[in-house]
């Protein structure tokens, strides 16, 4: 997927404990980048954050996520994690999560990462499915459009 077409970027750096000795890395880590990256995107849409989805008796559950490698990050580069929308299904929300990070040797963008995260919108109490809030959809497909009218 190309960068402009990710409208939320979110940097951090690698810290020594995410890496192993060669400096690169650990495989588990990067569902929690996905996750920093999908909290920060979820409080630039200005929706409900955890609390006050559980608060009303309804929240997002995971339901899927998934992880394919390209490249390395390794101990101290900065990355840039763009998170995205994919689709709103009738209970579902799909978000696509890439890494980058620029080579320091060749100024160029590298793509290390690319996911993908479900979510279930449902009932706390039931652990039931229900339909996805009218106001989340127009938030976030206006969120996500503004990134193309950029």
Not at 104 to 132: C, F, K, N, T, W
């Amino acid at each position: 997927m190309a960068r402009e077409e990710f409208r939320f970027w979110h940097r951090l750096r690698v810290r020594w404990a995410e890496a192993d000795m060669q400096g690169i890395v650990f495989n588990g880590h990067y569902l929690t980048y996905f996750d920093v990256a999908f909290t920060e995107y979820w409080r630039a849409t200005g929706l409900e954050g955890p609390l006050l989805q559980a608060q009303s008796g309804f929240e997002m559950f995971a339901r899927k996520s998934t992880i394919e490698y390209h490249a390395p990050a390794r101990f101290d580069d900065q990355l840039d994690i763009g998170v995205r929308l994919e689709r709103v299904g009738n209970s579902s929300l799909c978000f696509r999560i890439e890494i980058h990070r620029e080579d320091p040797a060749s100024q160029d963008i590298m793509h290390l990462v690319s996911g993908e995260l479900v979510y279930v919108y449902a009932h706390v109490a039931s652990r039931s499915a229900a339909p996805v809030p009218e106001h989340w959809r127009r938030i976030l497909t206006g969120f996500e459009s503004a990134a193309q009218q950029t």
